[in-house]
């Protein structure tokens, strides 16, 4: 009898369907206005619904034949949204193994975007020969965040030897008079190919003999952040002078400092 017992258990624990945890890929991603995209769901094909909203308010979708902006493939494995808008289609996405009532992680979608100003435009500079520079530029608010790079007399200005661009601005070193010309910070968003540009910024460069160093122009980056309690951010502290202040190599224009907000 007993035999009979272990024999039917241990059968019935190797035909039972194991269950391992479900999710939805990609988890976090920006969309462009109208535009589309596919959610994934790791469940087993057939036994999955959709929803949408947060946990406790959470609505089925992909059941409405007359929404054509979101529809299921024949497994129901894919979810793809159409027409995305902020006002329908972004928001938090669950899928629900409806056999073992398995809910996965939210998969956030967010509609992309760039405003159209600049947090800070850089401004006019008069630099000494010979001296290092910077120009201040904090690029618009951004969904994802913009690909900051800039432009001298219209051109497209790459990073060398001499121009370190960083989370702060534009860095000149050593700058000699062939650095002089007119600046513009550019902002990039990757996701709605929309590209801004800040005020046009004319640089000057005066002999090393002549003139004043005139106050130097720091700033810390990022100037505002979000960051949940137990883990870490990295403040940067950007100027093209500061650094020897702080008995720093002058070439060390961005050291870093970590503050970690723990329990």
């Known amino acids: 009898m007993w035999l009979i ?21 990609p988890r976090s991603l920006f969309v462009a206005p109208r535009g589309q995209t596919t959610l994934t769901c790791s469940a087993s094909a057939g036994n ?23 529809v299921l493939s024949a497994d129901r494995s894919e979810l793809n949204i159409t027409d995305v808008s902020e006002k329908d289609q972004c928001g938090d996405y669950y899928c629900l193994d409806a056999v073992f009532k398995t809910l996965s992680c939210p998969a956030t979608v967010s509609l992309a975007g760039i405003a159209s100003h600049f947090e800070l435009e850089p401004s006019d500079t008069v630099a000494q020969g010979g001296e290092d520079s910077v120009l201040l530029c904090r690029p618009p608010v951004s969904q994802p965040p ?26 000149i070193l050593n700058a000699s008079v062939e650095d002089a010309g007119t600046y513009q910070c550019a902002a990039f968003n990757p996701v709605t190919m929309e590209q801004m540009f800040s ?22 980056a990022p100037p505002t952040s979000s960051v949940m309690e137990g883990s870490s951010i990295t403040l940067q502290c ?7 202040v702080l008995g720093m190599d002058h070439r060390a224009l961005y050291p870093q400092l970590q503050v970690v907000f723990s329990h």
Request: proline fraction near 4%.
């Open 48 to 70: 999955i619904e959709w929803l949408r909203g947060q946990l406790g308010n959470l609505t089925v979708i992909g059941n409405n034949i007359n929404d054509t902006r979101e």
């Open 238 to 244: 950007c100027g093209a002078r500061v650094c020897g």
């Open 146 to 171: 913009a690909v900051v790079g800039w432009t001298k007399d219209g051109h497209a200005l790459s990073p060398d030897g001499s121009h370190v661009i960083g989370p702060c601005g534009l860095v």
């Open 5 to 25: 017992y272990w024999t039917l258990l241990l059968w019935g624990w190797i035909a039972t369907p194991k269950v391992d945890s479900i999710e939805v890929t």
């Open 199 to 220: 005020r046009e910024a004319h640089f000057n460069v005066t002999d090393s003999a002549q003139g004043s160093r005139g106050s130097p122009s720091i700033m810390v």
